[in-house]
């Protein structure tokens, strides 16, 4: 089947939602995703980050969706034609949206763990207005302990019920889910009982905001100022591939290997997450470069550039070479030129 996203055409098969077809091309057609995560069967559908505009239904059936759909549960059709960054209709909605995301979460980024890898800071610095319209009290919950390894933050919570599926997926009995309606919906544990589930973890990586942070990392650092490097080990209860996050010698926290839509490429376990703090417990296979970008995580993530070939007169060339040259002083004999190149 042949779909068009904002010009660019592309073959997939059938039963292909739009947002993969658009994850495939890649780029700025991709539409923001909140609570789509393709690791997590049924997730999506929840918070409305991804809509799109269908201009063209099918080859079959011509005429527009009248709406925005969320492409994330939109399937494909052979002909389809979709406007996504390009629509002003589109770019709107996505604003509107942030703006409903953003009425009741406190804007406490200065003290939240999930600041720098936040896909809500990063969908209002794409998306987002400048000011509030906003007069009432927002919504606040009563602080509740989930367990020793996991700190809820209900008030930041946007509902998209990710850390529900991750529940559903990984362990034998869910015991957390959406309690009350409308208004005063929650994640709840019923009768506060403790997330102890050996892969529970897993809800803090699929968490978009900082509603579940790491309590072994809270407070300990911001998260740019730690260095990522994959790391493996050993492990009979998960795959044992992970990345571990170093400040100096020390891990300051493990977290799932993620990709540039920040969705961890395998689930890991609690032991590897919380209790293999020692360098000595890991193999440290070397620094994590992966495409992601960010408000305020860039030197961490290494974006892929393609190579720009710029026609150009050869003595210009010959300048920037001996420029280069000085600005990197590879002829100044350094004490110890291994380090220095770290
Ligand atoms: S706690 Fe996080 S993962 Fe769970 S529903 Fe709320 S925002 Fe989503
Ligand atoms: S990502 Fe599609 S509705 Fe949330």
């Not at 996504?84 to 409903?100: G, H, M, N, Y």
């Not at 977290?255 to 440290?284: L, M, P």
């Not at 290494?302 to 190579?307: D, E, N, S, Y």
């Amino acid at each position: 089947m042949k779909v068009t996203i904002d010009g660019q055409s592309i073959e997939v098969e059938p039963g292909t939602t739009i947002l993969q077809a658009a994850r495939m091309i890649g780029g700025e057609v991709v539409p923001p995703a909140m609570c789509y995560y393709s690791k997590l069967e049924g997730s999506g559908g929840k918070c409305r980050c991804c809509l799109v505009d269908v201009t063209k239904g099918s080859e079959a059936d011509p005429r527009p969706m009248p709406k925005l759909v969320a492409s994330c549960v939109t399937g494909c059709q052979d002909g389809m034609e979709i406007a996504s960054k390009a629509s002003p209709r589109v770019q709107e909605a996505r604003k509107s949206v942030t703006e409903f995301l953003l009425i009741n979460h406190p804007l406490d980024c200065p003290v939240c763990d999930q600041a720098g890898e936040c896909d809500l800071q990063n969908l209002s610095f794409e998306h987002g207005k400048s000011e509030t319209r906003f007069i009432e009290t927002k919504r606040t919950f009563e602080p509740e302990d989930i367990g020793p390894n996991i700190q809820l933050h209900m008030n930041r919570c946007i509902l998209c019920q990710r850390c529900v599926q991750v529940a559903d997926q990984l362990t034998d009995k869910r015991v957390h889910g959406v309690m009350d309606r409308g208004d005063h919906a929650n994640i709840s544990t019923c009768i506060s009982k403790a997330i102890d589930n050996e892969m529970s973890g897993n809800m803090i990586d699929v968490c978009p905001v900082g509603a579940l942070t790491d309590k072994t990392f809270r407070f300990k650092s911001r998260v740019w100022f730690s260095k990522p490097y994959n790391a493996h080990r050993d492990c009979d209860k998960c795959c044992g591939k992970t990345t571990v996050w170093m400040f100096g010698n020390e891990i300051q926290r493990v977290t799932g290997r993620k990709d540039e839509y920040h969705e961890v490429d395998e689930f890991i376990c609690n032991t590897c997450r919380f209790d293999k703090k020692e360098v000595n417990d890991w193999t440290i296979e070397g620094p994590r470069t992966f495409e992601k970008t960010s408000v305020i995580n860039r030197n961490k993530y290494a974006l892929h550039v393609p190579k720009v070939e710029i026609k150009t007169e050869d003595h210009i060339l010959i300048g920037r070479e001996e420029d280069r040259k000085k600005i990197s002083m590879i002829d100044v004999p350094l004490e110890n030129a291994e380090n220095s190149k770290q």
